[in-house]
């Protein structure tokens, strides 16, 4: 007869199995040694038709537990593989919110190095900082390669009423100033893809407890 429940439900129950089953086996015993005249096992002194009855018990408990698991966690599996979620990024089955989920978190196989999109915006941010600080330092050294040409011009007469040598410093200025190619404007696309990331985190997260809560399962 199968059994029905909420995926919330299922999910408590199997990282509660993890806990049991691990306790079990460690609690368990399945081997003790007795000398020939004896009656008791020596570990666990008592009568070793008993031992032999605790030990099978013990041991079809943790199996009957270990199948328990298998189907929860395969009606789980399966439940998270059809189940489809929504989000303003669009539509995933909750397997794949799990798992885009767990990328973002850098939880996956693949740790930090598949968090895609902190890569990327952590890139364009230091190399748009690179870039700013190249820009302005370059220009600060023409500012002053162009002061030194307007006084080698006018000398320490500032009141110099020709104006056109000033003409060839100024043009020079314009001609060398550097500017930031940034075909992106990546100021804001850093941040898009920043706060497109975190709203993704959010939703897929109400998302899955939602559909946690309000899915059934049977096994």
Same mark, same amino acid.
């Given at each position: 007869? $199968?059994? =029905?429940?909420l995926?919330?439900?299922?999910?408590?129950?199997?990282?509660? %199995?993890?806990?049991?089953?691990?306790?079990?086996?460690?609690?368990? $015993?399945?081997?003790?040694? @007795?000398?020939?005249?004896?009656?008791?096992?020596?570990?666990?002194? /008592?009568?070793?038709?008993?031992?032999? =009855?605790?030990?099978?018990?013990?041991f079809?408990? /943790?199996?009957?537990?270990?199948?328990?698991f298998?189907?929860?966690?395969?009606?789980?599996?399966?439940?998270n593989?059809?189940?489809? /979620? +929504?989000?303003s990024?669009?539509?995933?089955?909750?397997?794949?919110?799990?798992?885009?989920?767990?990328?973002?978190r850098?939880? $996956?196989?693949?740790?930090?190095?598949?968090?895609?999109? =902190?890569m %990327?915006?952590?890139k364009?941010?230091?190399?748009l900082?690179?870039? %700013?600080?190249?820009?302005e330092?370059?220009?600060?050294?023409?500012?002053?390669?162009?002061a030194?040409?307007?006084? +080698?011009?006018?000398? !320490?007469?500032? @009141?110099?009423?020709?104006?056109?040598?000033?003409?060839?410093?100024?043009?020079?200025? !314009?001609?060398?100033?550097?500017?930031?190619?940034?075909?992106?404007?990546?100021?804001?696309?850093?941040?898009?893809?920043?706060?497109?990331?975190? %709203?993704?985190?959010?939703?897929i997260?109400?998302? /899955?407890?939602?559909?946690?809560?309000?899915?059934?399962?049977?096994?």
């Open positions: 007869m $199968s059994e =029905k429940m995926v919330t439900q299922a999910l408590d129950e199997r990282d509660l %199995l993890v806990k049991k089953i691990g306790d079990k086996i460690e609690k368990a $015993s399945f081997t003790d040694v @007795k000398k020939h005249n004896e009656e008791n096992v020596a570990d666990g002194r /008592i009568s070793e038709a008993e031992y032999r =009855k605790d030990a099978e018990r013990a079809q408990q /943790i199996m009957d537990l270990i199948q328990r298998q189907k929860i966690d395969a009606a789980i599996v399966a439940s593989a059809a189940t489809v /979620i +929504s989000t990024f669009g539509d995933y089955t909750v397997a794949a919110a799990i798992s885009l989920r767990a990328r973002l850098t939880e $996956s196989t693949y740790e930090d190095e598949a968090d895609f999109e =902190k %990327l915006f952590r364009m941010s230091r190399e900082e690179d870039r %700013l600080m190249l820009m330092n370059k220009n600060k050294q023409l500012e002053a390669t162009a030194e040409m307007r006084l +080698s011009i006018l000398g !320490k007469d500032s @009141k110099a009423k020709d104006e056109k040598p000033l003409e060839v410093v100024e043009t020079y200025v !314009k001609e060398n100033t550097t500017e930031l190619v940034d075909p992106l404007d990546a100021k804001k696309k850093i941040e898009e893809i920043r706060e497109r990331r975190a %709203l993704l985190l959010s939703e997260d109400t998302k /899955i407890k939602v559909s946690n809560a309000t899915t059934f399962i049977e096994i």
